[in-house]
């Protein structure tokens, strides 16, 4: 079983509404909290963590720019994708750089089936 691999903070922060809008907005623009919490209207602590997970993961990354002395995000997730094929649960990350990360687990594992 893989599970030591499989990272689930993954899958529930992609799931998330908020950080899914997060996402979607800062890989159309690039912006720092205090713009994203605005435009979005996701309250600005939320936000704060939401990024902090993400940049955890290496799902956002800092601009290396400032806006009004703020650190400005960037995704740096081209695609996420969950799949079942047969008796495994896939998880593929693919980021701005080309790189992927996959996980994989075998579902009859997970619910106990030898």
């Keep these: 079983m893989m599970l030591e691999g499989m990272d689930f903070q993954i899958p529930r922060l ?7 809008r997060i996402l979607s907005f800062i890989s159309l623009r690039p912006s720092c909290v205090a713009e994203i919490s605005r435009t979005l209207s996701i309250p600005a602590a939320r936000c704060y963590r939401r990024i902090r997970e993400m940049e955890e993961r290496d799902l956002v990354k800092r601009d290396g720019d400032k806006r009004d ?30 790189s992927r990360k996959t996980f994989e687990l075998d579902v009859g594992l997970l619910m106990g089936e030898a």
């Design 69 to 98: 002395g703020a650190d400005v995000y960037r995704s740096n997730l081209r695609s996420f994708r969950m799949m079942i094929e047969g008796e495994h649960l896939c998880q593929e990350l693919e980021f701005e750089d080309g």
């Design 14 to 20: 992609t799931c998330d509404e908020d950080t899914g």
